[in-house]
T-cell receptor, first 113, second 110 residues
């Protein structure tokens, strides 16, 4: 059971480039989330999804886009990368929402130069 | 979501209990109290959660004050592996969205 898998683990981008962070879960969870964590800070919610075809903005959605075409996958797209998007990105999934636990991936460390 | 207040850091000796306090004076009746921890260079890991009653699991215990304005996470016997940042989070959001604060850095010394 792989849980939540994120790729890539590390990536360096130039300003203005675009890329997609991949997230896949094999637990048949309806709820999925993308968070970012800046050095020494707590996590901030970027986008979340409550099922295939349903997504919504979190606390810091600007500069990002998401899609959820299947239950398993929840990719995060960065358009026109900026240095402010240098961060560690975590994907998470949950079966029960607020009454259950979130399972997190190992993170994707992104540097924009 | 209601906010929480935690100490910045706490120290403990190995094999001793650790009591991590969390204040949440503006908690509402439907807010769940969640605890997660984050080991260095890893994603957060669920520890425990509760609503009104005290909760126990294999990792820890959660003691919730009668007025629910504070709670305490108890690690019964700290190990070096318990050194992490511990987050106390409230949520009434049915979508499971969590609002992380800065957490408490727990240092365990041998």
């Amino acid at each position: 059971n792989a849980g939540v898998t994120q790729t890539p683990k590390f990536r360096i981008l130039k300003i203005g480039q675009s890329m997609t962070l991949q997230c896949a879960q094999d637990m048949n969870h309806n709820y999925m989330y993308w968070y970012r964590q800046d050095p020494g800070m707590g996590l901030k919610l970027i986008y979340y999804s409550v099922g295939a075809g349903i997504t919504d903005k979190g606390e810091v959605p600007n500069g990002y886009n998401v899609s959820r075409s299947t239950t398993e996958d929840f990719p995060l797209r960065l358009e026109l990368a900026a240095p402010s998007q240098t961060s560690v990105y975590f994907c998470a999934s949950s079966f029960l929402g607020s009454t259950g636990e979130l399972f997190f991936g190992e993170g994707s460390r992104l540097t924009v130069l | 979501d209601a906010k929480t207040t935690q100490p910045n850091s706490m120290e403990s000796n190995e094999e001793e209990p650790v009591h991590l306090p969390c204040n949440h004076s503006t908690i509402s009746g439907t807010d769940y109290i969640h605890w997660y921890r984050q080991l260095p260079s890893q994603g957060p890991e669920y520890v425990i959660h509760g609503l009104t009653s005290n909760v126990n699991n294999r990792m820890a215990s959660l003691a919730i004050a009668e007025d629910r304005k504070s709670s305490t996470l108890i690690l019964h016997r700290a190990t070096l592996r318990d050194a992490a940042v511990y987050y106390c989070i409230l949520t009434t959001d049915s979508w499971g969205k969590l609002q992380f604060g800065a957490g408490t850095q727990v240092v365990v010394t041998p």
